[in-house]
């Protein structure tokens, strides 16, 4: 028991633990921008009526759309571009603490491309989640599995996120 309680002290301690609660913290901000924004365009602002009316000279891209709820992509997409930003902002000044300023370009096209590379797991999941949630329901159906299905894809891309931004964009 003692070995233990010594490990999880150990843990609990340690600098990438504090980096990773930070990280959290961080992307629990950026989650919520982007969580609003993407709930305000698919819920308030009915996106996919927009996105329906705006293509319908175009009809054989518009049946594309609706039948693969393009929609959905456009609005996780804009949440991303600002969430994104304030992401790297927090997270270079706060949980990884980079201070010389000649880096920080770089380190803001890796922390994009490394978001990048999420944002493509997170609209992957999405959308198979999506259709798995909503497999049987009818056309233009727009329930709370599309929240679900995008709660789903931020959990396991905040991993990949946290890894990549710690060993390759923030590294020491």
Not at 61 to 74: H, I, K, S, T, W
Request: hydrophobic share 50%; glycine share 6%; with cysteine.
């Amino acid at each position: 028991m003692q070995v233990t309680h010594g490990l999880v002290q150990s843990v609990l301690h340690s600098q990438a633990f504090r980096q990773f609660v930070k990280f959290c913290i961080v992307g629990a901000s950026s989650t919520v921008i982007s969580t609003s924004i993407f709930s305000y365009l698919v819920y308030g602002a009915h996106l996919d009526s927009a996105l329906k009316s705006f293509l319908a000279p175009w009809p054989a891209l518009q049946a594309f759309c609706v039948a693969n709820d393009v929609y959905l992509q456009v609005a996780s997409l804009a949440g991303f571009s600002l969430a994104v930003t304030n992401g790297f902002f927090w997270n270079s000044r706060w949980t990884f603490r980079q201070t010389d300023p000649t880096l920080a370009k770089v380190q803001y096209a890796r922390f994009v491309a490394v978001n990048i590379v999420g944002l493509t797991l997170n609209q992957t999941i999405l959308f198979v989640v999506n259709r798995m949630l909503t497999a049987g329901k009818p056309a233009g159906y727009k329930g709370p599995e599309a929240l679900i299905a995008f709660a789903v894809a931020v959990v396991i891309v905040v991993f990949w996120n946290f890894t990549a931004n710690k060993l390759w964009t923030f590294k020491s």
